[in-house]
């Protein structure tokens, strides 16, 4: 199987930084997509930032300039730079990844970690 291990959510202030991180582990074969997504009581999860193994991020408009995704490919782990925090970005963060399970059929599939919760006061 593939596990999914989300850490660095947490409390800040309005204006603040926080650091989310985000393990893949199991029986991986390529990780082609990681991402992160989020969602706030009461509303729908939605995606916040998203990278391919070749190609150019993608960010949500509320997010751009503000936060930055970086990848660690042979750690298999992505992370989540927040800068500038404001009070809407409240949410559990979820990791997600897709991959190509090293389990014959090799077959690519979705995978999210448990989330992890960034509160911002204001």
């Known amino acids: 199987q593939v596990r999914l291990v989300e850490s660095g959510g947490g409390l800040v202030q309005a204006g603040g930084s926080l650091r989310l991180s985000c393990a893949a582990s199991?029986?991986?074969?390529?990780?082609?997509?990681m991402g992160w997504y989020r969602q706030a009581p009461g509303k729908q999860r939605e995606l916040v930032a998203a990278m391919p193994s070749g190609g150019t991020s993608t960010y949500a408009d509320s997010v751009k300039g503000r936060f930055t995704i970086s990848r660690d490919n042979a750690k298999n782990e992505v992370y989540l730079q927040m800068n500038s925090l404001k009070p809407e970005d409240t949410a559990v963060y979820y990791c997600n990844a897709r991959v190509i399970v090293n389990i014959p059929p090799r077959r690519s599939g979705d995978y999210w970690g448990q989330g992890t919760q960034v509160t911002v006061s204001s």
């Open positions: 199991g029986s991986i074969f390529t990780i082609t997509t």
